[in-house]
């Protein structure tokens, strides 16, 4: 079937702008995690969810980033206020998460770029 | 602290050569440790993971625990291995929730 998809693939935004990225996950994966990626480095993780479940935000950089998954599929990313620093590739990885020692593998999407003018 | 180390940004070889890419880590615990790739223009998806013990696309990676490094090696380059190549690792265990910790990536160029 179809890959993880995100959209906006692009979003360019005035300093001080909210902004809202929209993932869709693999159907069934139970697992979501956002990663964020800046220019020249690898992703770093953001927040992980369990079905609707956020059971990690340690990775959000500030209260000004809120994530969420109400019906346990599609999730958003928010950014309120957006500032330059925020510019970047933000990432929407999906699994069928984990059994025992086992953890399945992520499925990436293509990515949303935020520009912050 | 938990890291992923990648001391190459750039790795040129030429078609044919052997190529290694250089990980290490730090990590107070068992982790797991993989490889990820993004081809140009593609997303980010795995290459392989130590606990399957695989070759894929030729290439191949073993965990030394004693040196804390996975280094991701292939005999014969070809210019379709051009790409970037990120380390990563995750915490194993009924505790984990497997998020991802990663380097900074490695960009491999194979030159013809």
């Not at chain 1, 609707?52 to 340690?58: C, H, M, R």
């Not at chain 2, 790795?11 to 068992?30: I, R, T, W």
Request: hydrophobic share 30%; net charge positive.
């Amino acid at each position: 079937g179809a890959g993880v998809s995100q959209s906006p693939r692009y979003k360019v935004a005035k300093r001080g702008q909210d902004v809202a990225l929209r993932c869709d996950p693999i159907s069934g994966h139970v697992s979501l995690f956002w990663y964020q990626q800046a220019l020249g480095q690898g992703p770093e993780f953001l927040t992980y969810f369990q079905n609707e479940a956020q059971l990690d935000k340690s990775g959000l950089p500030s209260d000004r980033f809120f994530a969420e998954r109400p019906e346990g599929s599609v999730s958003t990313l928010k950014i309120q206020r957006t500032q330059q620093e925020d510019s970047a590739v933000y990432l929407c990885a999906s699994s069928l998460g984990s059994r025992g020692a086992y953890t399945y593998e992520q499925y990436f999407g293509p990515g949303t770029r935020l520009t912050v003018t | 602290a938990q890291r992923v180390t990648q001391p190459e940004k750039l790795l040129s070889v030429f078609k044919g050569a052997p190529v290694e890419l250089k990980c290490n880590y730090s990590y107070s615990g068992s982790p797991e440790l993989f490889w990820y790739v993004q081809y140009s223009r593609q997303r980010l998806q795995l290459l392989l993971r130590h606990i399957s013990r695989e070759s894929i696309k030729g290439f191949t990676a073993d965990l030394n625990k004693g040196e804390t490094s996975f280094h991701l090696k292939k005999p014969f380059a070809q210019e379709e291995d051009s790409a970037m190549y990120y380390c990563a690792l995750s915490g194993r265990g009924g505790g984990s929730q497997g998020n991802l910790i990663f380097g900074k990536g490695t960009k491999l160029s194979v030159k013809p």
